[in-house]
């Protein structure tokens, strides 16, 4: 425990030695850079009320991605909490502290899930990520996921993943990496344009003989390294038919297997997840621009069930089946100087199936359902002066169908809800680089069908083997209500602090409690009105183009009524990090995050306590050769060097240190 506690200091005394440097260059945020999750429209990130932090692709290419999950990326973002539990499983983190699916996952602005797609898709296509803080459920809807944690709001932000679109020179690269429990990566990547056409393709595949990811006694009960091997396919085009930017078509392709088992013989995985993403824009006058979009996300999971014993037998085949299309239609009309009105229109039409063959030669069904949902919004924002003022309006219906129910007929067929959602901004900018912002907005969710049918049945409660989620039919919908008020202050010598108090509460929340560890079993309850509130404070600096370094720490503070706190959710969150670019072509990234833990269940009388503690990671990358037509560079990545295995909920472990080595060409 010294040693890690020197690591760490000594990680946090480099960091903070450059905020005394007098080296005075321009802001850290560049007057050219634009954010379009506010508005749906390009803008300035001082043009905006709420807080947006951008991740772009120069930053990603730094990160270490241990578990293969994109939500990686945004954990250092002040307010995140990051817990994948994996490279086969989700991230359960939270975001302001209410739980994971409050923050929703959008692909160009059109939703994705939140647990499944950051594991599906490869940064390699992403051009920045855009992570509102702050309530954003009036230009963008919930998400009808009826797998894992349910139906997904957009309460406490949304994290917009925008894909390349303008190639400004061909670009292909190779990689090759390998490392720990034999882990062997490859990737390809090529970009390039020709007329008014902008593409790029690539793939990447890992394959590994993984290691133990469970605790001692484990419900995961694994025998042998777990396998592992992951496929990603994709491709994205952007066409500009009169070669500027009054029209545009995009469309994005992936295609994701994974598959492997769980460290035994008859716990074998298969993952089958697809992506599409098309757009269309058109500048329609000078004050007048239309865009749409539509996609489709497929999600096909299956998986082992097996008979423990001197020889494993296989007890049966179990599956889940998600087909979602997403729609989006909006007008932005501008009007004033610099005023502008959006109004649109979206839907959602899902179909969710679970299915079990317990080798009697047919499948049985378990839940079947079917979902849609449509809404009309429209936003004003006005700017007056030094004054920025956001107002909207949204409406929402939504209607389930439900077929089956644990196998059985449901108690109702349909069920059906409309709400009326607002949101409202305010931002004042001084003549002195500070910003003062504040932000409000309400939710409406309804429970997911996983949630309230299950995955198992009512009398499988602690029956060793079966593990999954209890039903809970009399699940109630939640409404939400999100505040936050915060200040930015661009500082001489290119210091920029952000300061953000926040206060959200949800009615009705519905949460998933851990009802047994072995077998792991859950169940989602109403826990009457939660609350979480705190605050984040954030000091980042540019010192020079290969100089960067920034701090962060987020309190927050959670309450389930008449239990406990919120699952996953710790009271502290601290980051720290530290580019440095070396004249030889050498450069060191190090990240910190700190977790000071939290409770797997809101359940005072069977909630149990985990503390993560300090993640360290570095990557480190050295050019070997390079000309105007190529480069050739090797690197390394260092996950968790502290070793630092420490546990999480469900019996599952962080794997403690890995590494990965190898090259990569660009031509």
């Known amino acids: 425990m010294k040693k890690k506690g020197i690591i760490i200091t000594i990680f946090l005394t480099v ?32 043009n905006v009320t709420q807080k947006i932090d951008i991740i772009d692709v120069k930053e990603l290419t730094k990160l270490v991605i241990g578990n293969r999950n994109i939500a990686e990326a945004i954990m250092y973002t002040p307010g995140a909490s990051v817990s994948t539990l994996s490279r086969n499983d989700a991230n359960w983190g939270t975001y302001g502290g209410i739980g994971a699916k409050y923050s929703t996952y959008m692909l160009q602005g059109l939703p994705i899930d939140a647990f499944v797609d950051p594991m599906s898709l490869d940064l390699a296509a992403v051009s920045r990520i855009e992570v509102q803080r702050g309530p954003a459920s009036v230009l963008y809807p919930n998400y009808l996921s009826q797998d894992f944690a349910g139906n997904q709001s957009p309460l406490a932000g949304t994290i917009n993943i925008i894909l390349k679109e303008k190639i400004d020179k061909p670009l292909t690269s190779v990689s090759t990496s390998y490392g720990s429990y034999n882990t062997l990566n490859g990737q390809f990547y090529h970009q390039g344009s020709t007329k008014n056409l902008n593409y790029f393709t690539g793939a990447t595949y890992e394959s590994s003989d993984y290691t133990n990811y469970g605790t001692d006694n484990s419900w995961l009960n694994m025998q042998k390294n777990p396998e592992y091997r992951k496929t990603k396919i994709y491709g994205g085009a952007t066409w500009y038919p009169a070669g500027n930017d009054k029209q545009k078509f995009t469309l994005f392709l992936n295609k994701t297997f994974h598959t492997g088992d769980a460290g035994r013989v008859y716990r074998g995985f298969d993952n089958d997840y697809g992506t599409i993403n098309a757009g269309y824009s058109i500048k329609l006058n000078e004050r007048m621009d239309l865009q749409a979009h539509m996609g489709l996300r497929q999600y096909n999971r299956s998986w082992q069930e097996s008979n423990f014993g001197v020889i494993d037998t296989l007890k049966s085949n179990n599956g889940v089946v998600q087909n979602i299309i997403p729609a989006d239609i909006s007008l932005t009309v501008k009007h004033g100087d610099k005023n502008s009105l959006i109004i649109g229109s979206d839907y959602q039409g899902a179909d969710y199936y679970t299915w079990s063959d317990p080798l009697k030669g047919y499948k049985s069904f378990g839940n079947k359902s079917t979902a849609f949902q449509t809404g009309i919004y429209a936003q004003e924002e006005l700017h007056v002066k030094n004054f920025i003022w956001r107002g909207g309006i949204r409406y929402n219906y939504i209607r389930n169908n439900i077929e089956l129910v644990d196998g059985g007929a449901p108690g109702s067929n349909t069920k059906d809800w409309n709400s009326f959602l607002w949101s409202t901004g305010i931002k004042y900018k001084t003549n002195t680089d500070i910003s003062f912002f504040a932000n409000a907005g309400n939710s409406f969710l309804t429970p997911g069908l996983k949630s309230t049918g299950g995955t198992i049945s009512l009398s499988d409660k602690g029956v060793i083997g079966r593990n999954g989620q209890l039903p809970n039919p009399d699940l109630k919908p939640e409404a939400g209500l999100g505040l936050d008020a915060g200040i930015d202050a661009n500082l001489p010598a290119s210091i920029k602090i952000t300061v953000r108090a926040f206060s959200i509460s949800v009615s009705d929340a519905i949460i998933d409690n851990v009802v047994s560890q072995n077998p792991s079993q859950t169940q989602s309850v109403n826990a009457g009105k939660t609350t979480s509130a705190g605050f984040e404070a954030e000091i980042k600096q540019l010192l020079s183009a290969n100089i960067q370094w920034f701090v962060n720490y987020t309190y927050m503070k959670t309450n389930v009524k008449d239990a406990g706190t919120v699952p996953f959710a710790p009271d502290q969150v601290a980051n720290a ?46 050019k070997l050769a390079q000309t105007q037509s190529y480069k050739v560079e090797c690197f390394g990545q260092f996950y968790n060097i502290t070793n630092n295995r420490y546990e999480m909920p469900w019996q599952f472990r962080n794997t403690g240190f890995s590494l990965m080595a190898g090259i990569r060409t660009s031509f």
């Open 577 to 622: 990090g530290i580019n440095l670019g070396m004249p030889f072509g050498m450069m060191v990234s190090t990240y910190l995050n700190y977790n000071n833990g939290y409770y797997d269940s809101s359940d005072k009388t069977s909630r149990n306590f985990f503390k993560p503690g300090a993640l360290l990671n570095v990557n480190i990358s050295q």
């Open 15 to 46: 960091s903070l030695l450059p905020m005394f440097s007098q080296v005075s260059i321009k802001d850290t945020i560049s007057i050219s850079e634009v954010v379009v999750t506010g508005s749906k429209s390009p803008q300035s990130v001082g």
